[in-house]
């Protein structure tokens, strides 16, 4: 099977937003771009009452999504080979199948529906981080043209893929890596029994991130790499880089069998509030 990068659209300003992120990476990767749209099986949400000519004005009204989209990025990347696909069922599940087979999958923040001042949609809270591999979700307007990626680190298995990808961001930007990791004081801390050496937690969490990245340096040795240790709150932390750069990368943070199935605290709260696009990459 060929390589390739999909982007979901559902014809919303995010969605348009999500083309044109996924047009520049298929440009930067040389990979093809498949655009799709989910055309949902039943408009009420139960398996009855389809009206009169229901499945064909959706059809067509999917084509002209799609054909829109096309647009948009041949007109961002005018070089890139774009194919499109018009599938009809349940979008979440959809885009999570197709999600398995894509080099990386690309959505909007949220689409057409939800309500006033929702910053994700459902579909977008379903995909992301649900599914392996990486999943990239742009909302309208930040990061676009900065070239910085930023990657979280912890100490879960998690994170390696999440490494992973982002040094090969960075490769493909030529804008520098930078992997940020926070770390919080416990409570027990301020006991006044309690006796730490800062200095040497310090010395040991900047220890953890030079682990994480050592086998990725190694193979991207062209990247140039900021390790930045801060003691702070992730969620906080990672959203401040987040405004001077072009990517964020988390990792889903599943752990164990229940971990698999919910995304962590720190991935959502980057997703709501990040300034640039974010990348949820899942082992
Ligand atoms: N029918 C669809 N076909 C293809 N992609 C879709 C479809 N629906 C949503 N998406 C993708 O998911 C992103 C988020 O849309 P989502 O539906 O989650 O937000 P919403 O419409 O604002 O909220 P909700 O649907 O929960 O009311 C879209 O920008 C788009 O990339
Ligand atoms: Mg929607």
Redesign the pocket.
């Known amino acids: 099977m060929v390589d390739s990068i999909v982007?979901?659209?559902?014809g919303?300003p995010?969605?348009a937003a999500?083309v044109r992120w996924a047009a520049d990476d298929a440009g930067r990767r040389e990979l093809p771009l498949r655009i799709?749209?989910?055309?949902?099986h039943w408009p009420y949400g139960i398996s009855a009452f389809p009206p009169p000519g229901w499945q064909d004005a959706t059809a067509q009204a999917g084509e002209q999504?799609l054909a829109e989209a096309v647009k948009t990025a041949t007109g961002r990347r005018p070089g890139i080979d774009v194919t499109t696909g018009l599938?009809g069922g349940t979008?979440?599940e959809?885009?999570r199948d197709l999600a398995g087979t894509a080099t990386e999958l690309?959505?909007?923040?949220?689409?057409?529906?939800?309500?006033a001042g929702?910053v994700?949609?459902?579909?977008?809270?379903?995909?992301a981080g649900h599914v392996p591999g990486a999943v990239v979700v742009?909302r309208p307007g930040g990061g676009e043209t900065r070239d910085e990626v930023v990657v979280g680190v912890d100490d879960s298995p998690e994170c390696g893929p999440a490494v992973g990808f982002a040094f090969e961001q960075a490769r493909l930007r030529g804008g520098g890596l930078r992997a940020l990791r926070a770390w919080q004081v416990p409570l027990h801390a301020f006991m006044p029994e309690t006796v730490h050496d800062i200095a040497g937690i310090r010395q040991e969490q900047q220890r953890l991130v030079a682990d994480a990245l050592a086998p990725w340096r190694e193979r991207f040795p062209e990247v140039e790499v900021v390790q930045e240790v801060t003691c702070s709150h992730p969620v906080p932390a990672l959203v401040d880089v987040s405004a001077q750069a072009g990517l964020l990368v988390v990792g889903s943070h599943g752990r164990g069998a229940l971990g698999a199935m919910v995304m962590g605290s720190v991935s959502r709260g980057v997703l709501h509030r990040a300034h640039c696009p974010v990348a949820v990459v899942r082992a």
């Open positions: 982007a979901a659209t559902d919303s995010a969605a999500a799709v749209h989910v055309v949902e999504v599938a979008p979440a959809i885009l690309v959505i909007g923040g949220r689409g057409l529906g939800g309500f929702a994700l949609g459902s579909v977008t809270l379903r995909v742009v």
